[in-house]
């Protein structure tokens, strides 16, 4: 950390917070649940899943340069932002695949490239995993579902009543999560993110959308061990691209490397000065990666 974090307390109709123009609004049935999208650019399809407790506000910083270039997809994931439930989803990677796949029909499409950050990763795995063919190719930001291994603070939600205070949507744990966790250097997320990561996180489900998920999978005890993908990434024969932070604070760089050799055509990029958020970070090095990755 480099000095101390600033109060930020914006109001919460703050105009900065709308998502940027270039992307706009949709709405969509799909699994069961009414899934809110943002979807702009030209160019070839471009899928974004966000990680877990998260929402299409991960990838604000990324909007207008991507969308340059392709034609995005980044819907909020079942339960969370503003994606309201579904009873057909149990809170576990297998629901996450077909969520993801039962989105893509419900947009019409049949193939698209696709980046997951996070948990996101694991899903996305989990989708390839079922359907390689709709991936022509994959690029993994950080993902879960490579080892056990996870932050304390991920294992304390799991905790009854501390979980709940935890995951209060307001800008106390929201800069917790962002600046002093997600972050290597606190200064790269901004009062604007911060203001629009709260709103969404102020859906009634949002909260114990995570909350159930984290549950589900015993995370006190067993960290991320309940989501290991490790067996299934032979399986995975598009070429897939990991970016890894080499100071992610959440998941260690160390299991991208180990998953390394289990990929059939797999690559990993680590970034120098970068914690759990590539996209946000280190952010024209990521638009560089995924324009290379994709538009080879």
């Not at 471009?46 to 995005?72: C, K, V």
């Not at 996450?96 to 796949?101: E, G, H, Q, V």
Request: proline share 7%; glycine share 8%.
């Amino acid at each position: 950390m480099k000095g101390p974090v600033p109060v930020l307390v914006p109001p919460v109709n703050d105009m900065k917070s709308k998502m940027p123009s270039v992307m706009q609004p949709r709405t969509v049935t799909a699994f069961g649940a009414e899934v809110h999208y943002l979807t702009g650019g030209q160019g070839p399809p471009l899928l974004l899943i966000h990680g877990i407790g998260e929402s299409n506000n991960s990838w604000s910083y990324n909007y207008d340069a991507l969308a340059r270039h392709f034609r995005i997809y980044a819907p909020d994931l079942v339960g969370w932002g503003q994606t309201t439930p579904s009873p057909a989803y149990h809170h576990d990677l297998s629901g996450l695949a077909d969520f993801i796949l039962a989105f893509m029909d419900a947009v019409g499409l049949d193939r698209t490239f696709v980046v997951g950050w996070s948990l996101g990763g694991a899903a996305t795995i989990a989708a390839a995993v079922r359907a390689p063919e709709r991936f022509p190719r994959v690029m993994l930001l950080a993902p879960a579902g490579l080892g056990r291994k996870v932050h304390w603070l991920f294992r304390a939600v799991h905790l009854p009543l501390l979980g709940e205070m935890m995951l209060m949507p307001i800008m106390l744990t929201v800069r917790t999560l962002y600046q002093l966790l997600y972050a290597h250097d606190w200064r790269k997320v901004s009062r604007d993110f911060l203001v629009r990561a709260r709103d969404k996180a102020r859906q009634p489900w949002h909260r114990s959308s995570t909350l159930a998920f984290v549950r589900a999978h015993h995370a006190l005890t067993q960290g991320q061990g309940g989501l290991d993908m490790r067996s299934q990434l032979h399986r995975l024969s598009m070429p897939v691209r990991i970016l890894w932070g080499r100071q992610d604070r959440v998941l260690s760089v160390i299991e991208g490397q180990a998953a390394l050799g289990l990929l059939p055509q797999g690559s990993l990029v680590v970034l120098d000065e970068c914690g759990h958020m590539p996209m946000l970070e280190q952010t024209d090095r990521f638009h560089d990666e995924v324009l290379g990755f994709f538009t080879p």
